[in-house]
């Protein structure tokens, strides 16, 4: 049944398994387990990001395809529920077609540029979507009429979702919509994430690694390369903008900044590189392990540079807001020598 | 026997399309240009939208011939290009600034030799760095696509910030030199003494590029290496080392048009480079990756296209650019001037 549901990709190694396990059991259980807001909100970010870089590493680690507009993905279903719940009211009929018609833009939008681009070399894909993702942020900043530009939207979800629905107590906390809304984005996470093991793991799945591994003979054998570059691009599109709404439905807010702007970007790279391209678990690996890094190691440096006020220039190495070009030269390092990330490392132990 | 081959000589003249096939991608400047003319509808707004985009083309080429010429010798695509540009600003910017009294003379002289000096300072900073550039980030991971894309971004990032650290998180504004200040009038159209300057730099150095590539033995070499790599090794040309000072006058460029753009903006940021990114990619591929000439005709194209859209419809300069991308790739996918690799 769990390998049915893994669709055969068993983690392979018993390190990996058991921290997969815990991450899975404090996700689940994480409004019982953790106190207060914030650990609720750093779990929800942990789930729409293992969705989100699950997505990403079907094209970088399975398709070899480098994109730069997986945030424009992501925002496109962000601002799909943001504006389905501006105009038609809240409601579960707005939160749905928002998602929907984000996810439809989303895939309409990755087939025009695959086509574009993926014709003639993989390269060109990486700087095409660099100007096209730009292109998007230029756009939803100047067409504040529609999208509130840099203030981005605030809007109301269904209130059942929300954190005024008291629903009584259980094992020592207290439910409310908040909880309610953690567990839908966890579920809707969960299934999403085991749908993309599902179609790595598929026949579809193979094809892409052995276009990876080496497009031309691929090619020789018979398969499309163009056509199944595209397929994986759009499917990773829907997923991404799937990610976007729920991230949108948690928040009840979207703004350019958090899910448009090019540092999301890094962030899901990074994610990716450290968790292991090609292998769906380095997501999880990654996502957990960065979101957590980012939510409680930029405090460490702000004390740190605190702490070597007196030295000259260090402080302002560790300032808080340098925390961009440590990730850069960790990102750079990781790629060197960990190409094939966490997951990578500890399948290898245990073959040797 | 084998069979008689496909081609059949003919005395059907040469058709016009035919003959006009090579030209196209250079006419296609005038084209645009003339387009403008109409949908405008004012000689002088025209003229000086004309003169600004073209400046802005120029720039654009200076940025983008180093990164174009990089990918056609050894195939590495440099997602770090950007960071040389921004580098090359805050260098020149800040050696003008030192130089505040050079600059606010109204000495064409005193004016010209800061500005020149500032130049200088940017490009031996940018290529030095461009040098330290290639050695780390960029060497170990030759043939590699995807790891030289991932690798270079990062190495954009860290250069990004590591200018945050030393210049200080916020954006500098500055004036520029006193005699480059003002416009010339002619025919009722105003245009910036500097737009005009950025003109005249751009097209020598596009000059000077081509007769470096076509008349001198180093660029003999850097044009068969482009075309075919190996051979050129097998004759005994030690191509890495081209390689290196190509990677190295390229970015030492980057940081040329990166204080150029400075000087037109008069405020410098540390995104600005990766900004421009974007328009140095679009000039790039619509060239042809590799080609030089392609990228200075894409570079005019997409310089006056931005201007023209940006006057009749501010909103829809940066799609503008993006729509003249699909166009021209759904024309030629390989961009206008393709380099034609010897297989």
Redesign the interface.
């Known amino acids: 049944m769990i390998v049915k549901l893994l669709s055969g990709d068993k983690p392979r190694s018993a390190v990996l398994t058991a921290v997969l396990l815990v991450i899975l059991i404090c996700l689940a259980g994480a409004p019982f387990i953790f106190d207060g807001v914030r650990p609720l909100d750093t779990a929800a970010r942990i789930c729409i990001f293992i969705l989100l870089v699950a997505s990403y590493d079907l094209l970088l680690g399975y398709g070899g395809i480098v994109s730069f507009a997986h945030t424009m993905f992501f925002g496109l279903g962000a601002y799909g529920v943001a504006l389905a719940s501006t105009h038609m009211g809240r409601g579960f009929d707005a939160l749905l077609a928002g998602s929907l018609a984000g996810a439809l833009a989303a895939v309409v939008l990755a087939l025009l540029i695959g086509l574009f681009s993926l014709r003639v070399r993989a390269i060109f894909f990486a700087m095409i979507t660099l100007a096209v993702a730009s292109a998007v942020a230029v756009l939803v900043s100047q067409f504040s009429g529609i999208t509130g530009g840099e203030d981005g939207l605030t809007y109301k979800i269904p209130r059942v979702l929300t954190s005024a629905n008291r629903m009584g107590e259980f094992l020592g906390t207290r439910i409310t919509g908040k909880t309610l809304n953690y567990y839908l984005v966890f579920f809707a996470s969960l299934i999403l994430f085991l749908l993309l093991l599902r179609i790595v793991n598929s026949p579809f799945g193979r094809v892409l690694q052995a276009i990876r591994e080496n497009d031309f003979r691929a090619e020789a054998i018979g398969y499309r390369v163009v056509w199944y570059r595209t397929a994986a691009t759009c499917l990773s599109a829907a997923a991404a903008a799937l990610a976007g709404s729920l991230f949108a439905i948690w928040l009840r807010y979207v703004g350019p900044d958090t899910t448009l702007s090019f540092e999301i970007m890094l962030d899901i790279l990074l994610m990716v590189v450290i968790g292991g391209m090609g292998t769906m678990y380095g997501a999880v690996i990654g996502a957990a392990l960065f979101i957590l890094a980012q939510t409680y190691l930029q405090n460490l440096m702000g004390s740190a540079s605190e702490a070597t006020a007196g030295l000259p220039l260090i402080p302002d190495l560790l300032n808080p807001n340098r925390w961009l070009m440590w990730l850069g030269i960790l990102f750079i390092l990781s790629v060197y020598f960990f190409p094939s990330g966490i997951v990578g490392r500890l399948r290898q132990r245990r073959a040797s | 026997m084998t069979a008689a081959p496909d081609h059949r000589p003919n005395f059907a003249s040469v058709s016009l399309a035919e003959r006009l096939d090579g030209a196209l991608p250079v006419l296609l400047v005038p084209v645009l240009v003339v387009f403008g003319f109409f949908a405008i509808g004012v000689p002088s707004s025209w003229l000086t939208l004309t003169v600004s985009g073209l400046a802005m083309g120029m720039m654009i080429f200076i940025m983008a011939s180093g990164l174009t010429l990089v990918f056609g010798l050894m195939d590495v695509?440099n997602?770090g290009h950007g960071a040389f540009i921004s580098v090359g600003a805050f260098v020149g910017v800040s050696v003008l600034i030192a130089l505040g009294e050079w600059t606010g003379a109204a000495s064409l002289l005193l004016n010209m030799s800061a500005v020149f000096l500032a130049v200088v300072a940017a490009m031996t900073v940018t290529g030095a760095l461009g040098w330290g550039f290639e050695r780390i980030?960029v060497k170990?991971?030759y043939g590699a696509?995807?790891?030289q894309?991932?690798?270079t971004?990062?190495?954009?990032?860290?250069i990004e910030?590591?200018i945050?650290?030393i210049w200080g998180?916020d954006e500098i504004f500055f004036n520029r030199p006193e005699t480059l200040k003002g416009a010339v009038t002619f025919a009722g159209a105003a245009m910036e003494k500097y737009r005009l300057l950025a003109v005249a730099v751009g097209l020598a150095l596009f000059i000077a590029m081509r007769m470096v590539l076509r008349r001198t033995k180093i660029g003999l070499i850097v044009r068969a290496g482009v075309e075919n790599g190996p051979m050129v090794e097998a004759l005994g040309y030690r191509l890495r080392l081209v390689f290196v000072g190509v990677f190295i006058a390229g970015s030492a460029l980057a940081g040329l048009g990166g204080v150029m753009w400075g000087l037109y903006q008069e405020v410098i940021t540390a995104g600005m480079g990766?900004?421009m990114?974007?328009l140095v990619?679009?000039v790039?591929?619509i060239g042809g990756l590799g080609s030089v000439e392609g990228a200075f005709i894409g570079a005019l194209l997409v310089g006056l296209m931005q201007n023209y859209v940006a006057f009749l419809e501010p909103?829809l300069a940066?799609?503008s650019?993006?729509a003249l991308?699909?166009a021209i790739?759904?024309w030629r996918?390989?961009g206008m001037l393709p380099v034609v690799k010897a297989k």
């Not at chain 2, 971004?153 to 860290?158: A, D, P, Q, R, Y």
Request: charged share 10%; proline share 7%; aromatic share 4%.
């Open positions: 695509i997602f980030i170990p991971v696509h995807l790891k894309i991932l690798v971004v990062g190495g954009l990032i860290v910030q590591l945050h650290v998180p990766e900004k990114m974007v990619f679009i790039a591929i909103k940066l799609v650019n993006i991308m699909t790739l759904m996918p390989q």
